[in-house]
């Protein structure tokens, strides 16, 4: 069946950086699209970054443009979100997710404080 594990996730200081991972096993993963996605305690869950099946293509959220990164392993069936000075406001569970399969993992959680 459909695995999606996240990885990465911990306390950080503003400014700070993390790297998230996702290890996908199951499915064909180069086959498939996926995405990150976060939910902040209180608000809906919303989509962060985007990325084509070869990588190709990525999109990010106005929020995290220009400070995190998605990229991915094929190799190794690894999705990854490489997040760079974070503020408080990026404190949420953060979730990969294959939108073909509507499969979710199980997240991982974020915290920006000092």
């Known amino acids: 069946q459909v695995q999606l594990v996240e990885s990465g996730g911990g306390l950080v200081q503003p400014g700070g950086s993390l790297r998230l991972s996702c290890a996908a096993s199951?499915?064909?993963?180069?086959?498939?699209?996926m995405r990150w996605y976060r939910q902040a305690p209180g608000k809906d869950r919303a989509m962060v970054a985007s990325?084509?099946?070869?990588?190709?293509?990525?999109n990010y959220a106005d929020s995290v443009k220009g400070r995190f990164t998605i990229s991915r392993d094929n190799a190794k069936d690894n999705v990854f979100l490489q997040m760079n000075s974070l503020k408080v406001e990026d404190t949420a569970v953060y979730y990969c997710?294959?939108?073909?399969?509507?499969?979710w993992g199980q997240g991982t959680q974020v915290t920006v404080s000092s």
């Open positions: 997710y294959v939108p073909a399969l509507e499969q």
């Open positions: 199951g499915f064909t993963f180069s086959a498939y699209a």
């Open positions: 990325i084509t099946r070869t990588g190709g293509i990525t």
